[in-house]
């Protein structure tokens, strides 16, 4: 009998819409209970969203001050001493998740499934694999607990309308103390989050320089959209790192892909394969990008986007 816990990712009291995607994967393996785990130094309020998430039947909360900051050092001995009933861990295919959920594997001893796209049942699954150019169907042993990341732009977020039960538990385990959290640097983001915005704006190298970035922040502004960046525009300074699309940055289905001066490398396009519409801007006609690209225009990217931005109103 297939009994899920799924671990909450959350940041500043609030749930992350990773959470949901992973009830909605936890669905499609026909679990007889979804259990949501939050960790948190006060989870009452993250557990009360978590708790309203349809088809969640219980939400177990751990309150401790050193789960304040999501190191996954200090998170994983607490979840595998949550894991004893279960079946199934899962947790997002996000940076916290990436972080997370190996370590917890490797503390039970077990294999782990990453990055999983469709579920065909409990324990057969799809995944990309070299750069999500072939796709693998992976089955795992039903007599071992499994645990697996779940890639959120591969499934949508479970609704709200239910009222699971929430429990507190108490946990007793020694937690390591060779990490600790020194600070959290983040940039500044007035707009919307990059990994749920329905809306998003890219830039590559293309721009040739942080100040010529602008006209993607132009952009994305009148569109009410989240700002993207190749990882050749990262490397370059162009933008920090926490604005990067693609496998070694973040997974995203928008639904509606603005790619701007991007040529289009199997990295980056790994990264928006379950993107609504794509939109491509770049000189080069025969730029990879417009190969998956919806609507492609071909030309110098600071005289389109500017006309592009005026033509909005």
Known sequence: MTQ????????NGKLNSSTAKCVTAAKQMQAAAIHIAVLAADPAPIAAEAALIAGVDKVIT??????????????????????GGYTHLLGPSTTFGKDLMPRVAALLGEAMVSDIMTVADAHTFQRPIYAG???????SPADRKLIASVRNAS????????????????????LPTHTRFIELQAGAQDRPDLQSASRVVSGGRALGSAEAFSVIYKLADKLGAAVGASRAAVDAGYVPSDLQVGQTGKIIAPELYVAIGISGAIQHLTGI???????????DGEAPIFEIADIGLVGDLFKLVPELEQALG
């Open 133 to 139: 150019n072939a796709i693998i169907t992976v089955t």
């Open 155 to 174: 499934f949508a977020a479970a609704a709200n309308g239910g009222s699971a039960t929430i429990e507190a538990a108490t946990i007793n385990v020694t």
């Open 4 to 11: 899920i816990l799924i671990i909450a990712e959350h940041l």
């Open 62 to 83: 751990v309150a401790n001050p050193a789960n304040a900051h999501a190191t996954a050092a200090a998170l994983a001995p607490q979840i595998v001493a949550l894991a």
């Open 273 to 283: 394969k379950d993107a609504g519409t794509i939109v491509a801007i770049n000189k």
